[in-house]
């Protein structure tokens, strides 16, 4: 699939760690709401491309991305210099496995999200399609810092009797410090929102962050009963990597 240069419209650094920037989107860019794309700048002729979820939701007329700085990076020691009107190129074939798609529609959709893995669901909560699939949306988003908690403000103004935003904190005072697995695993998040315990029968749960978290939560879950959607079937849980560490 090839590339296309694509434009710079706005950039949002959060914290010195993460941004937000949006692009242009291609008259015939189509894709699901919670899909990745593959993006990247071009240095001295040659293309540096990654993985990244795309956060606007399928009917908005950017394309909106939220980024990780790693400081030695290839990409992102790069990219975090971006500005409007500069080009970068995109992948013209979104993919993944969080959307809408991939779990059959039930009572309580839950996301749990850490840290950039917030970027798909921040689309399927912009999705008007997702409230309309689930009479409950929550969303657990984890980071370290206050100020990696991106979004705050449009999700906390999106909450209202069917949809929970539950922030975490876990290396600042905050009033929820715990993981959003350690919330999920122990049953402590559904007392906090006054909802029955998750339950495989009713409810659908999605899965985005670090390898670790990602792990822990599929072992639980299907310890407990849940089926992870694959290739063979839709199942009640489903997950993606929000990156891939590498070992040198
Ligand atoms: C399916 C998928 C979707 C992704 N979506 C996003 C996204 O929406 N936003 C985003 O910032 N990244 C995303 N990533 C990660 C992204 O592809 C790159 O790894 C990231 O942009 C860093 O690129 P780099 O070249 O600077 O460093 P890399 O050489 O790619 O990574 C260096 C190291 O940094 C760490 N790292 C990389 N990405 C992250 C991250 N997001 N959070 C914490 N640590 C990280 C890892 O330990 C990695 O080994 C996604 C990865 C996958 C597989």
């Known amino acids: 699939m090839p590339y296309t240069e694509q434009t710079v419209q706005?950039?949002?650094?959060?914290?010195?760690?993460?941004?937000?920037?949006?692009?242009?989107?291609?008259?015939?860019?189509?894709?699901?709401?919670g899909e990745f794309v593959t993006l990247g700048l071009k240095r001295e002729g040659r293309l540096i491309a990654r993985a990244y979820s795309i956060v606007s939701a399928a009917n908005q007329p950017e394309l909106e991305f939220l980024s990780?700085?790693?400081?030695?990076?290839?990409?992102?020691?790069?990219?975090v210099h971006v500005q409007p009107g500069d080009s970068v190129w995109l992948n013209g074939k979104p993919t993944g496995s969080l959307t809408l798609d991939h779990v059959q529609p039930g009572r309580v959709l839950i996301m749990i999200a850490t840290g950039t893995g917030l970027a798909p669901f921040m689309s399927l909560v912009r999705?008007?399609?997702?409230?309309?699939?689930?009479?409950?949306?929550?969303?657990?988003?984890?980071?370290?810092?206050v100020a990696e908690l991106a979004y705050r403000d449009e999700l906390e103004s999106r909450v209202?009797?069917?949809?929970?935003?539950?922030?975490?904190?876990?290396?600042?005072?905050f009033p929820t410090p715990e993981r959003g697995s350690v919330?999920?695993?122990?049953g402590a998040l559904f007392e906090k929102l006054g909802l029955p315990a998750a339950d495989p029968a009713h409810?659908?749960?999605?899965?985005?962050?670090?390898?670790?978290?990602?792990?822990?939560?599929?072992?639980?879950?299907?310890?407990?009963?849940?089926?992870?959607?694959?290739?063979?079937?839709?199942?009640?849980?489903?997950?993606?990597?929000?990156?891939?560490?590498?070992?040198?």
Not at 68 to 79: A, E, F, K, W
Not at 160 to 173: C, L
């Open 10 to 33: 706005s950039v949002r650094p959060w914290s010195d760690k993460t941004f937000s920037f949006t692009l242009s989107r291609p008259q015939d860019f189509a894709f699901a709401s």
């Open 68 to 79: 990780i700085h790693v400081p030695d990076g290839p990409l992102t020691s790069q990219l």
């Open 127 to 145: 999705d008007p399609e997702t409230h309309a699939r689930f009479e409950t949306v929550v969303l657990v988003h984890s980071v370290r810092t």
């Open 160 to 173: 209202n009797g069917r949809f929970h935003y539950v922030p975490t904190v876990t290396r600042e005072p």
């Open 183 to 186: 919330l999920f695993t122990s």
């Open 203 to 248: 409810d659908r749960v999605m899965i985005c962050g670090n390898p670790e978290m990602t792990r822990e939560m599929t072992d639980f879950l299907k310890a407990a009963g849940w089926t992870l959607t694959n290739h063979r079937g839709i199942g009640n849980f489903t997950t993606e990597l929000a990156f891939v560490t590498h070992h040198a």
